[in-house]
């Protein structure tokens, strides 16, 4: 069964500073990972699609990487704003229904002013 | 484009009562939409996959009877939460995707339900 961990929980940093929030999953036969962005009592918006055939994926101050056989992803987001502040999620599809996308915790961050 | 809309965002009910949360796709045709539901710090769960004019697939644990899914068209998905528990007070969210492959969703805004 696929499990995705990510690491850390929470993260508060001040505004300005580059940072990286990790993803990691047990299974690597995936056929894609997705970072999202959740703001408090909100659904869910989609950042970065990456394919099981691609490395990383950039868009604006944001690169996810991918590295399929370690089972690893790492999202990068440079110069920090506090409007970055929200919990983003990693999930991974693994194929088949929807039953094949498996979710992190998510990682719940804090830009600091 | 690829915009999926929920109604309520939030509401409140006493225990015993139904609730019905809808999911809209509004600018394309969603043959499936899929119904997740949320606890604090927590990851999103999936409860059940909506076939637009067929019954819904319940996951493992999900209580059909409890959680009635209807998708009569292709741009809406309704999940009711019928006799409603405080229990069963959480965040629901619906997704659904623009090109029918499962590993591109774009989820609603969320209905967060408080059952009293």
């Known amino acids: 069964k696929q499990e995705v961990t990510q690491i850390p929980a929470a993260l508060s940093v001040p505004e300005g500073e580059n940072l990286v929030l990790n993803c990691s999953f047990t299974d690597s036969a995936i056929y894609n990972l997705q970072w999202f962005r959740q703001d408090p009592g909100k659904g869910l918006t989609s950042l970065l699609l990456i394919q099981s055939s691609q490395r990383e994926q950039t868009s604006g101050r944001l690169n996810a990487s991918l590295d399929k056989s370690s089972g690893r992803s790492t999202l990068y987001i440079a110069a920090s704003q506090p409007g970055d502040s929200a919990t983003y999620l990693c999930?991974?599809?693994?194929?088949?229904?929807?039953?094949?996308?498996?979710f992190g915790k998510g990682t719940h961050l804090i830009i600091q002013p | 484009g690829a915009v999926v809309s929920q109604h309520p965002s939030w509401v409140i009910c006493k225990s015993g009562t139904s609730v019905k949360i809808e999911c809209r796709s509004l600018d394309f045709q969603a043959t499936t939409m899929f119904w997740y539901r949320q606890f604090p710090k927590q990851s999103l769960m999936l409860m059940a996959t909506s076939n637009e004019g067929s019954k819904a697939t319940y996951e493992q644990g999900v209580e059909k009877d409890k959680f009635l899914i209807n998708h009569a068209s292709l741009t809406l998905s309704t999940l009711t939460v019928t006799s409603a528990h405080p229990e069963d007070s959480s965040f629901y969210i619906c997704?659904?995707?623009?090109?029918?492959?499962?590993?591109?969703?774009?989820f609603g805004e969320g209905s967060r339900l408080t059952v009293l």
């Open positions: 997704s659904a995707s623009l090109t029918g492959r499962i590993g591109e969703l774009f």
């Open positions: 999930a991974v599809w693994s194929g088949g229904g929807a039953d094949g996308l498996t």
